[in-house]
């Protein structure tokens, strides 16, 4: 697919080393049935391994061979890069507020339907815009070309279907429903308040200033159109995720720069008391489930920020995470100052791995830790 090439600068930065691949590799087996780590991120076709902590690799493993050369699909851990570039337009000025309308800067919306006036910037980034996302026969494996999660995969004109295209089904703040549109819209948004594409943004508030040791790509939807598909696609190796982790940890300062303002880093990553209503998550959806698997005993709460997820430990502390399809994971445990970097060609299914299974993993590693 097509995409935009995002640079870095040098120096590079390096996390220091100190591997520990035996303390690693003992905690995961303890409390996980494993019985040989190594071979367990073989089998569930896990290509990139990282744990780090106190900004030092204790882990680092590709099991799949060397790196390789030309990156690690992230799939929707983009998704929470997006949500870093729109704190930064916002603390820039270049958007005024998260409670601002989407139609102040896409005002051709209102055209077609005033009620896209009641959605907010806010609403977006917690996938509660209350935009119609169809995916018919999903349930039966089957993919048709008019449901929406095809047209938000594979349009070759993106503007077109978010301008004419998608529908309001609901009242925006009523329910979550994890859906593409939303963080396309903030591409597309971000696109006309910085007047260049998502990955210039991206390149020039986060790949460089963080001094990134590889360059990367961010796939759109056309060489014509050009939109940065905002809900998926950056392309990067696994080191330089772990340093997104890592700015959110410190609260987005990054050697005395503040990248992404602390303000921002705390909304995305903590629970929206305004948005927790009851029924705010449907029951049947990813939040409940991964809350119901990572807290059998009701003793938690998973939640969705601004477009990271958060899970509960103890009273006022949470850990967070960037997801991708496949299990292309960014967790994050602050209490512990930890990162985990995983990506794979897929979530080990064949071994009856899933999502659940590596959240409980990493939330169990970061508890005994």
């Not at 921002?264 to 809350?291: C, H, M, N, R």
Request: glycine share 6%; proline share 6%.
């Amino acid at each position: 697919m097509p995409s935009f090439d995002v640079q870095t600068t040098v120096p590079s930065f390096r996390f220091p080393r100190n591997i520990n691949s035996s303390l690693v590799s003992s905690l995961f087996e303890r409390n996980n049935e494993v019985s040989s780590f190594e071979e367990f991120l073989v089998n569930t076709n896990t290509t990139a391994f990282i744990v780090i902590q106190n900004d030092v690799i204790l882990y680092e493993d590709y099991p799949m061979g060397n790196p390789y050369k030309d990156g690690y699909h992230s799939f929707s851990v983009a998704k929470s890069y997006m949500s870093a570039l729109v704190g930064i337009a916002v603390g820039e000025g270049l958007i005024g507020s998260v409670n601002d309308p989407i139609t102040k800067y896409l005002p051709e919306l209102i055209a077609r339907d005033p009620r896209f006036q009641k959605i907010t910037i806010s609403y977006l980034l917690s996938m509660s815009s209350g935009l119609e996302y169809t995916c018919p026969f999903c349930s039966f494996g089957l993919q048709v070309p008019w449901g929406d999660n095809v047209k938000s995969l594979v349009s070759s004109d993106l503007r077109n279907v978010l301008l004419n295209e998608i529908q309001i089904v609901d009242d925006p703040g009523k329910h979550y429903l994890y859906k593409a549109y939303d963080p396309q819209l903030l591409s597309l948004i971000l696109e006309r308040v910085t007047g260049a594409p998502a990955s210039t943004y991206l390149q020039e508030k986060i790949w460089k200033p963080l001094h990134m040791e590889y360059p990367a790509t961010w796939l759109i939807d056309s060489e014509e159109s050009g939109l940065v598909k905002g809900d998926l696609g950056v392309n990067a190796q696994p080191i330089d995720y772990a340093k997104l982790g890592s700015l959110y940890l410190k609260y987005g300062n990054w050697n005395g720069q503040q990248i992404v303002s602390r303000d921002w880093v705390i909304k995305s990553t903590q629970p929206d008391s305004q948005l927790q209503v009851d029924g705010f998550y449907p029951a049947g959806t990813d939040v409940p489930a991964l809350e119901s698997a990572l807290f059998p005993k009701n003793d938690g709460h998973v939640y969705y920020g601004y477009l990271w997820w958060i899970a509960t430990r103890g009273e006022n502390n949470y850990d967070f995470w960037a997801l991708g399809r496949l299990d292309q994971w960014i967790y994050v445990s602050p209490s512990k100052n930890l990162i985990i970097v995983r990506t794979g060609l897929n979530n080990g299914e064949s071994t009856n791995v899933t999502t659940s299974t590596w959240l409980r993993m990493f939330y169990q590693f970061a508890t005994d830790l």
